[in-house]
């Protein structure tokens, strides 16, 4: 039975590994990341209704239509397919379980060992948030070319075109895909509804807007966008001010959410019989999850807190 176990914690170990290991390489690759979200595009953003306000529908793109796990996927660029993270989750959840259970033969003691499984999702997440916060950056920058494209006589989609190739991930893709779409006959709202769902950025509600507003009434899209460009990058710059002024409160929060393991660990170092009674006690493992729960809990309110919404 020992050796069972063990077996299957070494093979759900290394299943675990593999899988991370593909997904960080995978992110290495730009030409990678590019063909893997041109797939995953077609099942992620389906197309909208052509009625309703734009405006409207773009503040709740992000909480209704949606696949969760597919497009949280496809936002963070990376290879994985919804199944294959599904994997890796529930082995590092088992791995955490089989060894926790190995070490203390308890399997009430290994439960809490299953939220080894919630780090892939954390880890998506993250690197979700920050591909985010690079189309957002790259977003000003790609209206202003867009805008020369339409001054110079080009036409909206080889606008977009042009974009795609000038840009790297994500502007570069996802305007890639946009031209795409648009050449292979779908509508431009509902290409740029696509392109909604498929980033989650507050400001693409107000383009798609203009675009649209311009196509059915007419006027000057290109001096348009170049203010709309210009509104953006401001935008930026001062959440920029915002963020350094915040830094202090963040740093703050993670000094404070590290300074528990950092004095745990020291006095484990310099006097193990001190914490005895909480390793040996069952009221000891209550006192410690209790410390570190809070710990982590107050961590996630002051960054809360130091979050400006900007």
Not at 153 to 178: K, S
Not at 196 to 218: C, S
Not at 290 to 303: E, N, P, V
Request: positive net charge; contains cysteine; charged residues 20%.
């Amino acid at each position: 039975m020992r050796f069972g176990l063990i077996a299957l914690y070494v093979l759900t170990g290394m299943l675990a590994l593999e899988a991370l290991s593909a997904f960080f390489r995978g992110r290495a690759d730009p030409a990678r990341v590019r063909k893997r979200l041109k797939v995953l595009a077609k099942r992620v953003a389906e197309v909208a209704t052509t009625d309703g306000s734009i405006l409207r529908k773009g503040a709740g793109l992000s909480f209704r239509n949606t696949d969760g796990l597919a497009r949280l996927l496809y936002r963070a660029g990376g290879p994985l397919t919804t199944r294959r993270f599904m994997l890796v989750s529930v082995g590092l959840a088992g791995l955490g379980f089989l060894a926790t259970f190995i070490l203390t033969e308890d399997p009430w003691r290994a439960i809490p060992a299953l939220l080894l499984g919630v780090i892939p999702w954390l880890g998506v997440r993250r690197v979700a948030a920050k591909r985010t916060r690079a189309f957002e950056e790259q977003l000003p920058d790609a209206l202003e070319l867009l805008t020369r494209c339409m001054r110079t006589g080009h036409a909206l989609g080889a606008g977009f075109q042009m974009v795609g190739e000038e840009f790297g991930d994500p502007v570069g893709t996802e305007f890639g895909l946009v031209a795409e779409e648009i050449r292979l006959g779908l509508g431009i709202r509902e290409s740029l509804e696509n392109l909604m769902r498929r980033v989650d950025n507050g400001d693409l509600p107000y383009f798609t807007t203009a675009v649209l507003i311009q196509r059915q009434t007419g006027g000057n899209l290109a001096e348009l966008l170049d203010k709309l460009g210009t509104l953006l990058r401001e935008r930026i710059q001062f959440h920029g001010r915002v963020r350094a002024l915040t830094a202090q409160g963040r740093g703050a929060a993670t000094f404070l959410a590290l300074w528990l393991p950092f004095i745990v660990v020291v006095v484990w170092i310099v006097a193990p019989g001190y914490l005895k009674p909480l390793i040996e006690n069952d009221w000891g493992h209550a006192v410690l999850a209790s410390a570190f729960g809070i710990d982590a809990l107050a961590y996630f309110m002051a960054l809360r807190i130091a979050d400006v919404q900007t």
